[in-house]
């Protein structure tokens, strides 16, 4: 086996000091191989955010180790421009993320400046090239951001991330904000990508049916600890934590979870299910077309 793109190993993640100090993430390890997608799932506030950020280098962590092709990867100051580029980023807003006075291709183009990318003809021919690769149409490059949709935006934002050419593209709640359709069509986008350009991801999402589309492995966390991490087809389709059957029941199929009285309660509760209960919704869904389309 070659060396993995990214090792996480034993990642422990704090904010605050002595006293005040909270935990947001109690070790988390995994690998990661070029080309393949770890989705992270788990509710609001259980720590992927603080995962997938101290990747890309923007928190550092209190413990453990993170090793980019078998080295350490250190904090993002201290990357080297190569290390940079490797590790690009998606955020949830995609209106927040783009200067909102730059036009679509200055936007695109800016990395490529930054970086000392060609000439100005080289850059506009790369520009069309990623606009094209993210199914923008040209007649969109001259408009600011708020002339655009919301799926746009994020198509110009995945479009800015992959002008550097990564080989790993944090996605964190990338899709969240955006409808249902344009959701099916940005995770196809990507889907699209990661597989022509070996692409590997981290996916942070709480929609299951792009998880499953898209992520080869998933990892569960609950409050800050990984309960469950291992192949989609395994842990979203025989999931053994309570939690994460908790999670499919009330994100996969909220209709089917919400018919088992005992399971609408907890939920309302913000309780603990009783295994039982879950294993009800389990079967409701394993019965149902899980998430809409066929399996
Ligand atoms: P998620 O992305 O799963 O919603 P986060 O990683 O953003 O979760 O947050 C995990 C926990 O860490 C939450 O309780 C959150 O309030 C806390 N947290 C996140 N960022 C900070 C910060 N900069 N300072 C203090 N606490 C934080
Ligand atoms: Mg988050």
């Known amino acids: ?19 005040s100090r909270f935990r ?3 070790g988390c390890s995994f690998d990661l191989e070029p080309g393949q997608v770890m989705a992270v799932v788990g509710e609001s506030g259980s720590g992927k955010s603080s995962l997938v950020r101290a990747v890309a280098g ?21 990357r080297p421009p190569e290390t940079r580029r490797i590790i690009q980023m998606v955020f949830q807003d995609p209106g927040a993320s783009l200067n909102p006075l730059h036009r679509v291709h200055a936007i695109i183009e800016e990395p490529l400046l930054v970086t000392g990318y060609g000439d100005a003809a080289r850059r506009a021919v790369r520009v069309a090239e990623l606009m094209e690769m993210t199914q923008l149409s040209t007649d969109l490059a001259r408009r600011r951001p708020r002339e655009l949709s919301g799926g746009q935006k994020q ?12 080989r790993l ?11 249902f359709t344009t959701q099916d069509h940005v995770s ?15 996916f942070v999402s709480h929609d299951m049916r792009s998880v499953r589309r898209m992520a080869d492995d998933v990892c569960v966390i609950e409050k800050g600890h990984v309960v469950e991490q291992g192949a989609v087809s395994d842990v979203l389709y025989n999931p053994k934590s309570a939690y994460t059957r908790l999670l499919l029941a009330a994100a996969l199929n909220p209709r089917a979870a919400l018919s088992d009285p005992r399971l609408a ?15 009800g919704v389990m079967d409701i869904i394993r019965g149902g077309a899980l998430m809409g389309d066929a399996r």
């Open 1 to 19: 086996m070659s060396t993995p793109l990214l090792q996480i190993r034993d990642l422990v993640i704090d904010y605050g000091k002595g006293e």
């Open 24 to 26: 947001a993430l109690h």
């Open 58 to 78: 923007l928190v550092a962590p209190a413990s453990g180790e993170l090793l980019l092709d078998g080295q350490a990867l250190p904090p993002l100051r201290k």
């Open 155 to 166: 198509r110009v934002a995945i479009a800015r991330a992959l002008a550097m050419e990564p």
């Open 169 to 179: 593209l944090i996605a964190d709640e990338a899709l969240s904000a955006l409808d």
């Open 188 to 202: 196809r986008l990507l889907s699209d990508l990661r597989r022509d350009l070996n692409l590997a991801m981290l």
């Open 265 to 279: 309660e907890a939920l309302e509760n913000g309780e603990a299910v009783s295994e039982e209960a879950l294993k």
